[in-house]
């Protein structure tokens, strides 16, 4: 009789202990669950921090610098570019704020052979002859400094012929675009050239890696 009050003792602890299996398999589908939340979370704030939200624009602001460029299509050719801005951003979230950055690149090619700083693709060339130096103004799609941090592909007209004294340049990344202007009486522009280099931009304003990365 002893067995068999047993027994039933042990038979009673049985569900008991089949009770809590639910309970820590539940625990863990919640821990997962939130964890997926809290990525998602992240991954949103992200994207509102780097995606342009249109192709509008949200930043304006003036630059500093100069461009000289010489060179033939698929012949020869050496150019390079170099401006300081300081530019006033909308950021639809975060509201208004300025910051400075730095621009500029390289080129020098030779046939099929090119090198720069950064680095060049094989559509990169120069036509024409110029040298430009002075001030301009720039509209952006950017609403945060960080989304220009590129690289770009820049794209620059000069035209310094007579009194006829303007420089262009529209630079474009991923979803990220600026388009700088230098009307006559701004800059000092002497011959004629149309060119396409790659160029980057070291803003005043530190970010995570990723987040700059997310933004092209």
């Not at 090619?109 to 680095?119: E, K, L, M, R």
């Not at 720039?138 to 000069?158: E, H, I, K, R």
């Amino acid at each position: 009789m002893i067995g068999a009050a047993g027994a039933p003792g042990l038979a009673g602890s049985g569900p008991g202990s089949r009770g809590d299996g639910p309970g820590s398999g539940g625990d863990v589908e919640n821990r997962n669950l939130s964890s997926k939340q809290i990525k998602k979370a992240s991954s949103n704030q992200s994207d509102q921090k780097c995606d342009a939200p249109s192709l509008l624009p949200h930043g304006i602001g003036l630059q500093i610098g100069g461009n000289a460029e010489l060179g033939a299509p698929d012949l020869a050719g050496i150019g390079g570019s170099a401006s300081k801005s300081l530019g006033v951003f909308n950021d639809p979230n975060a509201g208004l704020s300025a910051h400075g950055f730095e621009s500029g690149g390289g080129l020098a090619y030779a046939g099929a052979h090119s090198t720069g700083a950064p680095a060049q693709n094989s559509s990169s060339s120069i036509l024409g002859a110029s040298f430009s130096a002075g001030a301009a103004g720039f509209l952006t799609n950017a609403t945060s400094v960080q989304q220009l941090s590129g690289p770009f592909t820049t794209y620059s007209l000069n035209i310094g012929v007579g009194p006829a004294q303007v420089s262009v340049q529209l630079s474009i990344g991923g979803r990220i675009w600026q388009l700088s202007l230098s009307p006559p009486l701004a800059e000092t522009t002497e011959g004629l050239s149309v060119s396409k280099m790659m160029t980057s931009t070291a803003t005043d304003q530190s970010d995570d890696a990723s987040n700059q990365s997310n933004c092209f």
